[in-house]
């Protein structure tokens, strides 16, 4: 199966993805970090109002396979959460870079945001071309 890799946004390592509409970011984990858990089951995701700091951990992906800290990419407060996600974990496989985001932060700094992988970066990273 293909994985796609939307060129608008910025990926991290760690598998989360970032995309940057003026100062606020819409985070969200890989449709291949997705694919690489299998059936997601769980996820932890904080709340409104608190403060998310770059590189450290912010909630937790548990699928049937295992649990994975969710890296910030950047440093800001959560504005927004998808619950319905939160809700319904396992619908992170259809549509991971829409629907399936997982929180809108105000980013303190967003240059941070240039820190993270580019599309090709990424790509390379995860396919080993």
Known sequence: MALEYPDDLKYLDTHEYIRLEGEIATIGI??????????????????????????????TVESVKAVEDLKAPVTGTVIERNDAIVE??????????????????????????????????YRKMVEGE
């Open 30 to 59: 890989s449709a291949f970090a997705v694919d690489q858990l299998g059936d997601i089951v769980f996820l932890e995701l904080p709340e409104v109002g608190e403060t998310l700091e770059k590189g450290e951990a912010f909630g």
């Open 88 to 121: 319904s974990p396992e619908n992170l496989a259809e549509d991971a870079y829409g629907a399936g985001w997982l929180l809108k932060v105000r980013v303190a700094d967003s240059s941070e945001v240039n820190e993270a992988l580019s599309v090709e970066e």
